[in-house]
């Protein structure tokens, strides 16, 4: 990985625990498949019900515990009820079955632990149609196990062996090949058939089937069991004959189902099962974190390993569907091997030309270039993770991958701030090659870096030419026109290829006017980003779809708001909107956990999802999860997931989505109100519990549980602290400075700076000015808070600062070491500073502008007996010099810190 190898690369860590709920098994659904990770329960009744107590019981008293549970170990906790928001429009379009089974993939995929809770009334729960019971046995085994059970079952002459040959056939078309369990309309025609007439035949076959499953379970068991004692099979082989984590209940059943509050059985029973339901998945988790105990010392490296994984998997990402740009990539083949110039390659397109895809092309083909040569590849896209946000933080990482390649120790003075990691990045590289001269560096940045580099270094450099004038700065900066490479638009051929390739990947075809109708809209704008959308429209179109109704945008950007106008009619122009705004605002993207507790806390949202009907558990509102699946779902393709602070977060996977997005659902006030909302999401230390009126129910809940996910504050939670304080900052009058100060007075100095651009506030200014004071290093708790103590002088009005000098002084007593703690801000800069510096320096007339060590002053100085000149001058408070510099004419000399 160090060396930017794309094979083999493990998966990103997760960081949730994501259970999907279901009552029962689908047949699509292999349940082996889920074994080690899913928690199955059996409740036997004497009738049929869907559980709905429990779940609700659920909801209101295991969730929160859980939820709190995980948040020690720093995980969120999220559960996929499908049962709510299934609407008769997700019925129509048959997708609620895709849906459950993608949300289940995607709970395998990143849960931490468990990932699915099966409940059952019986042993199975009927469905109707062509569809299995629940199924505790495998619907597929391959040909030798199969064969080997069978052997065993007749050597033992297993009572109902003839029934594994009855229900298992073999298909050959398989590879390798497998033995399938039959559907059971294969043996019993009226099972499930509702038709007129049918009732008592379908009795029938449901009885039978029911016995026909027990017999066929039992004996697969005994053979499987035998089988291991044989040494036929493994015991990783017999785990899927049996349950994992099975629990057992019998409830005496009661007219109206489950009650605990009429019934003490019942009662006993929900507290016994609750309480095993927290246990079962306590036990997974933590089973998980201990498999998931890093095995790398993380210590002794300078790169982050959640950085490097997250560039690495997000350039495989780039490469899956790659098709021509082979002049692109024989060019950068050239500049490698023969280019002796020091200087970039600079690589530039509009935006959707594919530039990001060609370098991560780049980099995925250097192994075949290099031919098993050493060589060593860094990569970054930047704006894709938080530490590739600022081009310190991107300098600091390359150095610490190629410092880790080559086993070299770096200078700490060396990058102690952005000027000194500038002057030392081109003598680092010296050091590198000098160590590693057998080896080829190749350094493939997305944009941006400083331009002085050895000859064995190779450096790709990603512009966007109309944006901010870049690329005229650097051919000023690099008068050589061989080092910039317009990334040329795709070619009539290629766009064939692809939509060859798509429309083969998805398994559609086109008739001859549609294909020519699409070829003739893509070559009037011929980027790889318009003959996606363009695609991912034509793959619904049908053979007999008239003519007439066949419309494709004429760019980008109208086939984005298209997309985006096709949602808002299937799902609602309000939860369309606000879910899409809500992935707009996040900072570095926003988690599936988040936007769902975003939707949660949204009145306007809730109002507008319960129009038909309320909410399915008292005292709780939130969105029906289904509805953001859907929603999730139509958008797949233009989503990507990144990590955020160890968190997996949805992005979208364009800049220009990105844009059009902003503009029709996160701008002006309706910005303001969503980062709102989602500040006071990170504000919910122990979940959200509010009001809420649904109009169109004409009901007012209060104080409804909102069910947002804990977020304590606590350093080890960096999700909430870099997000918290972005959107509290463009929350803007939708958030009053009281509340904000409250629930985060900021930490670094830079979002202070970002809030009184916005509003003024004298509380914030004088928190500035101690953190531009202070030269202590405040990372330690207690050391805040002695300075914070020693540093700041406050009047009465300061409610918040003297609440947070409290709170420092609470820390500082509750230590249990020997602490000095400051009764009095004796470092406090003397008010009067201002008025004492202005009596002491001659003809000085005003400070300007002032930090902790240096002041910008205005002084009259005499150009001759009768006019006066302003006379400007930097004043160093450390070496007591002065030094004149002249300035633009200021109107306005009340200048503010």
Not at 340 to 347: A, C, E, N, V, W
């Amino acid at each position: 990985m160090l060396a930017g190898s794309l094979k083999n690369l493990p998966q990103l860590p997760h960081s949730v625990v994501r259970i999907f709920l279901s009552s029962t098994f689908s047949g699509h659904t292999n349940p082996c498949t889920l074994s080690k990770t899913c928690i199955k329960y059996n409740v036997k009744m004497l009738t049929f019900s869907d559980m709905r107590a429990e779940r609700n019981t659920l909801a209101r008293e295991v969730y929160p515990k859980l939820k709190e549970i995980c948040s020690r170990y720093d995980l969120d906790f999220q559960v996929v009820d499908m049962r709510w928001g299934v609407t008769e429009d997700s019925q129509n379009d048959h997708s609620v079955e895709k849906i459950c089974l993608l949300e289940v993939e995607n709970c395998q995929r990143v849960s931490l632990g468990p990932n699915f809770v099966v409940s059952m009334d019986y042993l199975y729960k009927l469905i109707s149609g062509d569809r299995y019971g629940f199924r505790p046995i495998p619907t597929e085994i391959e040909m030798e196990e199969f064969e080997s059970l069978l052997q065993i079952a007749k050597e033992y002459q297993l009572e109902d062996q003839k029934l594994m040959e009855t229900w298992y056939l073999l298909d050959e078309n398989a590879k390798p090949p497998l033995y399938v369990l039959q559907p059971i309309r294969s043996q019993f025609p009226f099972f499930g058939d509702y038709s007129p007439g049918c009732e008592e035949p379908r009795k029938k076959d449901s009885e039978n089937w029911r016995k026909t499953f027990a017999a066929l379970q039992e004996v697969l068991r005994k053979a499987a069991n035998a089988a291991l004692k044989a040494k036929k099979i493994t015991s990783q082989q017999l785990h899927q004959y049996f349950l994992s984590g099975y629990r057992e209940f019998t409830v005496p059943w009661k007219h109206g189902g489950i009650n605990p509050k009429d019934h003490k059985d019942h009662s006993e029973y929900m507290n016994k099962f609750c309480s095993n339901f927290i246990q079962d998945v306590t036990n997974m988790v933590q089973l998980a974190l201990h498999e998931k105990e890093e095995k790398i010392r993380t210590s002794e490296y300078y790169s982050d390993y959640q950085e490097i994984l997250h560039h690495l998997h997000f350039c495989s990402m780039k490469c899956q569907a790659f098709c021509g740009q082979e002049e692109s990539l024989l060019m950068a083949k050239e500049y490698i091997f023969n280019d002796t110039s020091r200087k970039p390659f600079i690589l530039h397109a509009p935006s959707g030309a594919g530039k990001t895809s060609v370098m991560a092309m780049i980099m995925n083909s250097m192994s075949e270039w290099f031919k098993g040569k050493e060589h060593i590849c860094v990569i970054r896209f930047l704006g894709t993770s938080p530490d590739s946000i600022n081009i310190y933080d991107v300098l600091l990482s390359v150095c610490g991958q190629l410092a880790d390649n080559v086993k070299l120790i770096m200078e700490p003075v060396a990058y102690r701030n952005m000027k000194n990691l500038i002057e030392y990045f081109p003598r680092f590289l010296r050091r590198t090659h000098w160590i590693s001269c057998r080896k080829q560096m190749t350094h493939t940045l997305a944009c941006g870096c400083p331009l002085h580099f050895l000859s064995m270094s190779r450096l790709f450099c990603l512009h966007l030419p109309e944006e901010h004038g870049i690329l005229n700065f650097l051919k000023q900066l690099i008068p050589d026109e061989q080092c910039f490479y317009r990334i040329p638009a795709l070619p009539d051929q290629t766009g064939r290829e692809i939509i060859d390739k798509f429309l083969a990947l998805k398994h559609r075809t086109l008739n001859r006017e549609q294909e020519k109708f699409l070829l003739k809209t893509f070559t009037a704008s011929p980027s790889p980003l318009f003959l996606k959308l363009l695609l991912d429209e034509a793959i619904n179109w049908h053979s007999y779809t008239p003519f007439h109704q066949i419309n494709l945008a004429d760019s980008i950007q109208d086939a984005i708001s298209q997309l985006f106008q096709n949602l808002e009619n299937k799902f609602g122009q309000v939860i369309t909107s606000h879910a899409l705004g809500f992935i707009t605002i996040g900072y570095n993207g926003i988690s599936e956990i988040e936007i769902e507790d975003a939707l949660s806390c949204d009145d306007e949202a809730l109002d507008d999802v319960y129009r038909y009907h309320n909410p399915p558990v008292d005292g709780i509102v939130r969105v029906p999860p289904v509805l953001w699946a859907r929603i999730r779902y139509d958008l797949r393709e233009y989503l990507v997931e990144r990590i955020s602070f160890g968190k997996h977060t949805l992005n979208w996977y364009h800049r220009q989505f990105i844009e059009t997005a902003r503009a029709r659902y996160a701008t002006g006030p309706q910005a303001e109100k969503l980062h709102a909302i989602m500040a006071e999401t990170f504000m919910a230390e122990d979940g959200v519990l509010r009001d809420i009126k649904l109009t169109r129910r004409k009901i007012t809940i209060p104080n409804a549980d909102r069910q947002v996910t804990p977020k304590p504050m606590d350093p080890k939670n960096k999700r909430k602290l870099g997000c918290l304080p972005y959107h509290i900052i463009h929350a803007g009058n939708h958030m009053t400075d009281l509340l904000a100060k409250q629930s985060c007075f900021f930490v670094f100095e830079d979002e202070l700076t970002q809030f009184l651009d916005k509003k003024e506030d004298e509380e914030i200014q004088i928190l500035r000015l101690f953190f531009s004071v202070c030269k202590s290093d405040l990372s330690q708790p207690t050391k805040l808070a002695v300075n914070l103590l020693s540093f700041i002088d406050l009047d009465q009005e300061h409610v918040s600062l003297r609440n947070l000098l409290k709170q420092a002084e609470e820390y500082l007593s509750s230590s249990s070491k020997p602490t000095l703690i400051p009764v009095y801000p004796g470092l406090a800069p003397r008010r009067d500073t201002s008025n004492a510096f202005l009596e002491s320096m001659e003809d000085c007339e005003a400070i300007l502008s002032e930090s902790s060590e240096i002041l910008l002053i205005q002084t009259s100085g005499k150009q001759n007996e009768d006019e006066s000149k302003d006379i400007h001058a930097i004043f160093n408070a450390i070496t007591g010099n002065l030094v004149s510099v002249t300035l633009p004419e200021i109107s306005n000399p009340e200048f503010k810190t």
